[in-house]
């Protein structure tokens, strides 16, 4: 590898999540409609009052144990670790604000100017060390190459410092607009501080990409202290809110054993009960988890989430006619949610009767009309057709999942063999031809179905392309995000 690329991968992987391109583009993400919709409730204010438009940030929880979040292109990422690790929605909140800033400020989008910069003395260094190796001297032009790399990376590790540090600055102006406390950026700075000295961390602070915990706290404590929002706090309901959230996190994703030690039956709190339901599910103990989620639906019956709990280990044991009931009721209580709709659409499908199937493919289609990239949620609503005996409209389905699962060559043949079954013109052949267009390979391919590009055929009922039909996977801009 030459020491040009060299350098560029350096730069490009100390902006990346966990420190590699592959890492970042392959992060192991999860979709949770109670999580999801908590982060939103924080993120999208801030969003607004940073400026970014309605819309255009897509929010992707990984499942990482680590404290972090990033941002790059038109995406956020949570780990899961953030939550839990968090005491409070406010730190949060913190870091959300913290992420929107590098998303205000274009961070992403400038660091390949930052790294071509950053270069530039590297590619001086080459061209002098050549000279001096030509003129005899190898010792030095290998100390002249050795500098250039150095100066190079000094500079771009000086440039990425100072986005933190705006982005830093940034989350407090948004949180002060909003009139919300910033005091837990300050608590996790101390805590990041702490846990670098109890590690005793022996790191040149300028070799990193983000400043030292204790730069970072010494920056931002006497601004946030003066804000007339310092002393507001979450509310209990917020509080308990993340603590449920946390139990959930718990129970689906560390051991199960760890889980009933870390929720004992001593403990009869709330999200105790929610930790405990999913960890005994888990194991297989199906009875004992729905002794406790039950609980917690008579406690509180309007909760959207625990219904959708109940309907899922219900489902998963087999016990389909049984989950329809959790998962209708779900569905009742939170309307507009796309995974709940799925849920309850997975749940019809599964007891064999042919009008619960039909009731299924409206709920597919409902939760569609949702999320119209959800590849998931088309795959089921293939299933129902197909379980129908719809062929035409199960392929058809077929193709849309595996577009937006970033699959067009697939997606390119189930449209065709769809659309040699439609009728031309209707939505439907609309809707294969509009598959068949975006997904050709550049350069051509197999030649279009009759209609489909003719002048006259009709046009397509929606736009086509890559501007409408954007894969449900990161794109390029995704490959450099901006660590917390």
């Known amino acids: 590898m030459s020491l040009r690329k060299a350098f560029l991968s350096f730069a490009a992987a100390a902006v990346a ?17 109670e999580i999801e919709i908590f982060i939103d409730d924080y993120a999208q204010p801030i969003f607004r009052v940073a400026g970014l438009p309605e819309g255009s940030i897509q929010i992707i929880i990984v499942n990482d144990g680590s404290f972090n979040a990033f941002a790059g292109g038109r995406y956020m990422g949570v780990n899961t670790g953030l939550l839990t690790i968090a005491d409070t929605p406010n730190q949060v909140e913190a870091v959300i604000a913290h992420e929107a800033g590098h998303l205000a400020g274009g961070h992403s989008a400038r660091t390949g100017d930052a790294i071509a910069a950053a270069s530039r003395p ?15 001297a190898p010792e030095a032009g290998m100390g002249i190459l050795g500098l250039g790399q150095t100066i190079g990376q000094a500079n771009f590790l000086s440039y990425s ?31 990041m501080r702490n846990t670098q000295i109890i590690r005793g961390y022996r790191i040149n602070p300028y070799s990193l990409t983000h400043p030292m915990a204790n730069v970072r706290l010494s920056a931002l404590q006497r601004r946030v202290v003066a804000s007339p929002y310092y002393d507001r706090k979450d509310s209990p309901e917020e509080i308990e809110r993340l603590h449920y959230i946390q139990a959930k996190i718990y129970g689906f994703l560390h051991d199960p054993e760890v889980t009933l030690r870390t929720y004992p039956l001593t403990d009869q709190s709330g999200p105790a009960q929610y930790a405990r339901a999913v960890a005994n599910y888990r194991t297989g103990l199906i009875d004992k988890g729905l002794i406790e989620i039950r609980k917690l639906t008579a406690a509180q019956p309007d909760n959207p989430y625990f219904h ?21 009721r779900s569905t009742k209580l939170l309307t507009d949610n796309a995974l709940l ?7 019809l499908l599964a007891t064999g009767d042919y009008a619960d199937r039909e009731e299924a493919v409206m709920e597919f289609k409902r939760a569609l ?21 719809n062929e035409t409209l199960a392929m ?31 939505p439907e052949w609309r809707q294969a031809a509009d598959i068949i267009l975006a997904t050709q390979p550049e350069g051509g391919g197999l030649p279009l179905p009759s209609g489909i590009g003719d002048e006259e055929a009709p046009a397509p009922s929606e736009p086509t392309g890559e501007e409408k039909r954007g894969p449900d996977v990161p794109d390029p801009a995704f490959a450099g995000p901006q660590g917390f």
């Open 17 to 33: 999540l966990g420190g590699s391109l592959a890492q970042a583009q392959g992060l192991r993400t999860l979709r949770d409609a």
């Open 122 to 136: 590297m590619l001086l260094s080459l061209v002098l060390a050549g000279a001096a190796i030509a003129a005899g």
């Open 161 to 191: 410092r100072g986005q933190e540090s705006t982005a830093d600055q940034s989350s407090i102006t948004y949180l002060d607009k909003l009139g919300h406390s910033s005091k837990g950026a300050i608590e996790i700075w101390r805590k």
């Open 308 to 328: 959708e709990l109940e309907g899922q280990m219900l489902f998963e044991f087999g016990r389909a006619r049984e989950a329809v009931g959790p998962h209708r």
């Open 341 to 347: 709709r799925i849920n309850l659409g997975r749940a």
């Open 369 to 389: 009309l949702l999320e119209s990239d959800n590849s998931f949620g088309w795959f089921e609503l293939a299933r129902a057709y197909g379980a129908m005996d």
């Open 396 to 426: 058809l389905a077929t193709a849309e999942s595996r577009y937006h699962a970033g699959a067009k060559r697939d997606a390119n043949q189930f449209a065709r063999r769809a659309i040699n079954r439609l009728r031309r013109g209707t």
